[in-house]
């Protein structure tokens, strides 16, 4: 089972290091779709590795290696999956959170102050707004007719998914 | 296979302990449920590992890991990583903007959604809008920013989260010289 943690976490690794480079070469608009793009040939780099490497890497200690090679394999492919998707998780607190981006604001002010309506005019509800809007236009969430925005297919499952969740959890706005 | 049953019971028992006892919970920082009820689930599987027999009584021959160490720290890692995006999942489905309009476009059927109301659904027209309502005073208590006469004023801590968010920004591409230049 080891062999396969092993090949996942190094490839993990790999990618992140890739897409690093992706990313500072060109940020791209839609980032999710580059990253399950840059990331869809290592899943097949994994089962390749795993079938043709020797059982200990050559590296792994004799009382590592071991027990079933599908197990090994399989448990090492969720791991992979597993890995990735926290790998997009970080890229979107870092992206996306609106206190880092208000204190990275903060920071860069003025003697570090801001009143209220600076920060409401820099990270404030209009700058979100329209920027979460279009964005969810552009990956096809929504669709946008006569200045009016409607539920496209994918938006219709993310709604569902967001009213159970919401309803089941009751984490409140405030 | 022990230690991934194991933990896929533990966070089972994690995912529903954490929606029961946020129905409970009154205060504003459920990241606090989140992660007693991950520090529960961890320690029930950590004193269950041990004390349960290696096929856990019904696990077939040839899908045991004969390292047990192995075994053991696969499930915890596998508990910790499907922890950490049923976390981001749940913070994102309960309260980012962006969820907010879909699950309102969901309940309006047919009828769509313009950005004045989508706008007026975060509180624009309130002194205070909602996202800085949560926000601010959890900054405050936390010692990263503090309010002096009509301003606010970053503090050390803050600083800290701001230069850290700043690094990874840049290593993603997504650090913006300008205020505003590019939304939150």
């Known amino acids: 089972m080891l ?47 795993h079938r043709l490497t020797p059982a200990d ?40 959170s609106i206190t880092v981006r208000l204190l990275i604001e903060m920071a860069r002010a003025p003697q570090q102050r801001m009143s209220l309506a600076e920060m409401q005019a820099v990270c404030g509800v209009e ?33 569902l998914a967001g009213a159970i969740a919401r309803r089941a959890l009751a984490m409140k706005a405030l | 296979m022990k230690g991934l049953t194991l933990a896929a019971l533990a966070f089972l028992l994690l995912a529903i302990g954490s929606a029961l006892a946020l129905r409970l919970y009154r205060g504003n920082k459920e990241f606090k449920v989140f992660l007693a009820a991950f520090a529960a689930a961890g320690l029930g599987y950590a004193v269950a590992f041990p004390v349960t027999p290696p096929d856990l009584g019904f696990l077939p021959a040839g899908w045991l890991e004969p390292a047990t160490g192995v075994d053991f720290v696969n499930g915890l890692l596998v508990l910790a990583l499907v922890f950490h ?55 405050i ?21 701001a230069a850290l968010g700043a690094f990874l920004k840049r290593l993603i591409n997504a650090d913006t010289p300008l205020a505003g230049s590019r939304p939150c």
């Not at chain 1, 599908?70 to 492919?77: Q, R, T």
């Not at chain 2, 006469?149 to 800290?160: I, N, Q, S, T």
């Open chain 1, 3 to 49: 062999k396969g943690m092993v090949l996942a976490w190094v490839l993990v690794w790999a990618w992140a290091l890739l897409q690093g480079i992706v990313f500072q070469l060109r940020a791209p608009e839609k980032a999710f779709a580059s990253m399950v793009t840059w990331f869809a040939p290592i899943p097949v780099a994994y089962v390749v590795l």
């Open chain 2, 85 to 139: 995006g049923f976390w981001c999942f749940a913070y994102f489905a309960c309260l980012s903007p962006s969820m907010g309009v879909m699950v309102e476009l969901r309940a309006r059927g047919h009828r769509g959604i313009s950005v004045a109301e989508a706008l007026a659904m975060q509180g624009r027209e309130e002194p205070v809008n909602l996202i800085f309502q949560r926000r601010l005073p959890k900054l």
């Open chain 1, 127 to 159: 700058v979100l707004m329209h920027d979460r809007l279009r964005t969810m236009a552009m990956n096809g969430f929504l669709e946008e007719r006569d200045g009016v925005y409607h539920l496209a297919p994918k938006g219709r499952v993310g709604g």
């Open chain 1, 57 to 96: 890497l050559g590296i792994l200690p004799e009382r590592f290696v071991g027990g079933p090679t599908a197990l090994s394999l399989l448990n090492g492919l969720a791991l992979l999956i597993l890995l990735f998707l926290t790998g997009v998780l970080f890229y979107y607190h870092a992206d996306r």
């Open chain 2, 141 to 161: 208590a936390g010692g990263y920013i503090s309010k002096e006469g009509g301003a606010y004023r970053l503090l050390p801590p803050g600083e800290r989260v």
